[in-house]
């Protein structure tokens, strides 16, 4: 199994500012995958984050909007810029074990 | 690509009333994972059972049983004799397992369910 903690927790942020979550597995992952989900939608994933290389994203997303760093293979950052309402949402890290998806615990961002 | 259609948009129940929630997949992968999560108020997901493909054996836990059928592509989740707490929204996910995209999660659009007292 995989243990991830993710911060913050939640969040309120201003229009305009950025706001970057950290999410830390205490074991060694390849990869990790950073989800988001819109108030009363489903999970939607963002990116994956490769150790090594740059992060590869969905359609809909783009780096300048959402930069994702992984410097090593037991942490990852995700970076939500120049922040709008529609930004408001819970983002979600996840690792891959066997078998299993492992996610934290979310961060709860709100825009105003 | 992969697709997990959760038909029930909201369930809405009597306490101690036995409810399914219904989960159909698609998917060209012969190799795959489906999971159940629940979502609770406040926010965090919570998991409750992984199946891989090849294992089309249900499962029990408690009042929660899981029927998995590859024929018709449905991974289906009962609660007998529900409870309040069961309230919550449920997640069906399918995940790949090889290639690029292992461990990618495709999501369901969720079932809200509500048990009332």
């Known amino acids: 199994s995989a243990v991830i903690s993710q911060k913050p927790s939640r969040d309120i942020c201003q229009r305009g500012t950025s706001l970057t979550i950290q999410c830390q597995v205490d074991?060694?992952?390849?990869?990790m995958f950073w989800y988001r989900q819109q108030p009363g939608q489903s999970l939607t994933l963002i990116a994956t984050?490769?150790?090594?290389?740059?992060?590869?994203?969905e359609s809909g997303f783009v780096i300048d909007k959402f930069p994702i760093s992984r410097p090593n293979l037991t942490f990852s950052t995700l970076t939500v810029s120049n922040m709008s309402p529609e930004d408001s949402s819970i983002y979600l890290c996840?690792?891959?074990?066997?078998?299993?998806?492992?996610f934290g615990q979310g961060t709860r961002l709100t825009v105003v | 690509a992969q697709k997990v259609t959760q038909a029930q948009t909201e369930i809405s129940v009597v306490e101690k009333e036995d409810v399914t929630l219904d989960c159909v997949y698609e998917?060209?992968?012969?190799?795959?994972?489906l999971f159940w999560y629940k979502q609770p108020p406040s926010g965090e997901l919570v998991f409750l059972i992984r199946?891989?493909?090849?294992?089309?054996q249900n499962e029990i836990s408690g009042r929660y049983s899981w029927n998995f059928q590859k024929s018709t592509s449905s991974f289906n989740f009962t609660i007998t004799a529900s409870q309040v707490v069961d309230s919550a929204v449920y997640f069906c996910?399918?995940?790949?397992?090889?290639?690029?995209?292992?461990?990618?999660?495709?999501f369901g659009d969720g079932t809200t369910l509500t048990v009332k007292p």
């Open positions: 984050a490769n150790q090594g290389s740059e992060a590869t994203y």
């Open positions: 996910a399918l995940s790949e397992v090889e290639g690029t995209n292992a461990g990618k999660s495709t």
């Open positions: 074991s060694q992952v390849t990869m």
């Open positions: 998917t060209r992968d012969t190799t795959y994972y």
């Open positions: 996840s690792v891959h074990g066997t078998g299993e998806a492992f």
């Open positions: 199946r891989n493909s090849f294992d089309e």
